[in-house]
């Protein structure tokens, strides 16, 4: 067995993780993240002729609706596989590789810079907010997005009690940031603000997809999402098979009409780089 200092990181199982799934990304969850991306632009100012990093940018769901506003697009990831799926959709815009905590941009670069459901999956959040504010140009506003707590979410209140009924939560998963800690309103605006953001803005957006089946919701887990899925992954067969069954039970509760609606509630904090 590997000794433990062999084992991923946190941040190396993302990377692989996100590598891995970004041909299926945009065939589930990514119809559910794309649904923020107005919002996400509004709290951030965009318009024609802002200079816009997007952080974080996977498939450039944010960077083409910022390019229908006339804005003037760079966005960044971490996962290869996912800027090359950028490129092709979003030719007008530029894409790179790039660590959000080690932005390669000078300071006062950009009017405004989005990060779409990106902070719940950095090894550090708050160095990606610290380089966000420095490569913002004063006045400019920094915009990002996070799931809302299972409490008032419906998918990860089904998905995370089948797993706590049926399974484990203790799995071996490397050292991680809480993966709800921007869930939040109140510690989304003191993270803002310890960076130096001032105007700060959280508010909550109510996505929800229909899937057409319940099956669709075990796909979305393991072909576009990586903690979720390790989740499931790490449970010995007998409960994983188990947790599978208490899902698919649980989403045919959503059934209406023969869709399956299931809500996707998330917030968008923003705030202002001061003059």
Known sequence: MASARNEPTFGQQELAGWSAKADTYGDYAGKITAQIAEALLDAAGVRAGTLLLDVACGPGYLSGAAVQRGARVTGIDFAPSMVRAAIGSVPSAEFREGNAEALQFEPDSFDALVCGFGLG?????????????????????????WWCAPDTHEFFALVLGAV???????????????????????????????VGFEDVHVQEHAPAHEFSSPDDVLDLIYKSSVRTAMVLELQSKEARERIHEAILAGVREYERDGAFRIGWPALVMSG???A
């Open 272 to 274: 202002r780089k001061p």
């Open 164 to 194: 706590k009924t049926h399974g484990s939560l203790d799995v071996p998963l490397p050292p991680a940031p809480p993966m709800f800690r921007f869930s939040d309103p109140a510690e989304c605006a003191r993270s803002l603000g310890a």
């Open 121 to 145: 999956h950095f090894p550090e959040p708050d160095k990606a907010l610290s380089e966000a504010f420095r490569v913002l140009r004063r006045r400019g506003r920094g915009a990002f997005s």
